[in-house]
C-alpha cells in the first residue's frame, strides 16, 4: 500500500491511498473468511459450510462495506503512525476509485488536533476592577471571553460540520416531541435552515476552540482528577461505570477553571 499526504490545510490531511490488486484481493479473501462465519447454508451449521458454497451466501453490500472497513482502518492507522497524527475527529472518505484492475485509489481527509500556543497565558487575565463585584458566573464568562478572543486555534472544518449537523439532529427530534416536522418548527419560530445552520456553525466553533484551549491549559497544568475522587462523585451521584471517563473531563475541566478563576 502507497500511501501519499496530498496536503495539509487548516489543520486537515488529504490522504491518497493506493492499493494493487494482490493487495484488494487479500483484502477480499480475508472479509469473505470472517463473514462466512455467520453465514448459514441450507444443510450445513451456522459456519461450517465450505467457503466456495458459503461465500455465495454473503450479502454483498455487506462484504464491499466489510472489505472497506478493513481498508480504511489499515490507512488510518499506517497514516497516523507514520506521520505522528493527532486526530481531532473521524476521518472522512471522500473518493473511492475501484474500477481499474489495477487496483483501488481512496482518498481521506483526517481533521488534526490544532496546535495551540497558551504561553504565558496568565498574562491574559487580570483582578476586575471594576466597582461592581463580579459573581462567579460573571467571571467565568469572562474567562471565556478573553480565551476566545487572544488565543488563536484552527479548527478543521469537517469537525464544525459534525458538529453543526449533530444540533440539527436534535432540533429535528426536539420538533417530533412537539409533533412538528423541522420546517414548520423553523417557520414557527421565524427562522430558515440556512440561518439556524449558520448560528449553529458559530456556537460550534466557539464551544470547540473554547474546550481546546481549556484542556490545553489543564494538560499544561498537569490537571489530571484521581480515580478515587472520580468514583467518590459518581457514587454519590448515581454516574454508572461506563460514564466515568466523561466525569473525569468534567471534574478536570472544572479544576481548570477553578485555577482560571484565581487569575481574576
Known amino acids: 500500500m502507497e500511501i501519499k499526504i496530498k496536503e495539509v490545510k487548516n489543520n486537515t490531511a488529504h490522504v491518497e491511498a493506493i492499493l494493487d490488486k494482490n493487495e484488494v484481493d487479500q483484502q477480499k479473501e480475508h472479509a469473505v473468511d470472517e463473514l462466512i462465519k455467520e453465514v448459514t447454508v441450507k444443510g450445513f451449521r451456522q459456519g461450517k459450510a465450505p467457503k466456495t458454497i458459503a461465500a455465495d451466501h454473503i450479502d454483498p453490500d455487506k462484504l464491499s462495506n466489510h472489505i472497506l472497513g478493513h481498508i480504511l482502518n489499515d490507512i488510518i492507522d499506517k497514516t497516523i503512525k507514520e506521520n505522528k497524527y493527532r486526530l481531532l475527529g473521524r476521518p472522512v472518505l471522500e473518493n473511492i476509485d475501484s474500477q481499474s484492475k489495477d487496483g483501488w485509489i481512496i482518498k481521506i481527509s483526517l481533521p488534526l488536533y490544532p496546535e495551540?500556543?497558551?504561553?504565558?497565558?496568565?498574562?491574559?487575565?487580570?483582578?476586575?476592577?471594576s466597582k461592581k463585584k463580579e459573581t462567579e458566573d460573571e467571571k467565568i464568562d469572562r474567562i471565556y471571553q478573553t480565551l476566545s478572543e487572544k488565543i488563536n486555534?484552527?479548527?478543521p472544518e469537517q469537525v464544525v460540520?459534525?458538529?453543526?449537523?449533530?444540533?440539527?439532529?436534535?432540533?429535528?427530534?426536539?420538533?417530533?416531541?412537539?409533533?412538528?416536522?423541522?420546517?414548520?418548527?423553523?417557520?414557527?419560530?421565524?427562522?430558515?435552515?440556512?440561518?439556524?445552520?449558520?448560528?449553529y456553525r458559530k456556537k460550534a466553533t466557539e464551544s470547540i476552540k473554547l474546550d481546546l484551549i481549556l484542556l490545553e491549559i489543564g494538560k499544561k497544568e498537569k490537571i489530571d482528577t484521581d480515580i478515587k475522587e472520580i468514583a467518590a462523585v459518581a457514587q454519590k451521584n448515581g454516574i454508572p461505570e461506563s460514564q466515568l471517563g466523561r466525569l473525569k473531563s468534567i471534574m478536570d475541566r472544572r479544576k481548570t477553571i477553578e485555577l482560571l478563576l484565581k487569575l481574576c
Open 116 to 129: 495551540i500556543n497558551i504561553d504565558n497565558y496568565q498574562k491574559l487575565f487580570s483582578k476586575s476592577d
Open 153 to 155: 486555534v484552527d479548527i
Open 161 to 199: 460540520e459534525e458538529e453543526t449537523n449533530y444540533s440539527l439532529e436534535r432540533l429535528a427530534e426536539q420538533a417530533k416531541t412537539l409533533n412538528l416536522t423541522l420546517e414548520s418548527y423553523l417557520k414557527a419560530i421565524n427562522k430558515n435552515l440556512d440561518q439556524i445552520k449558520e448560528e
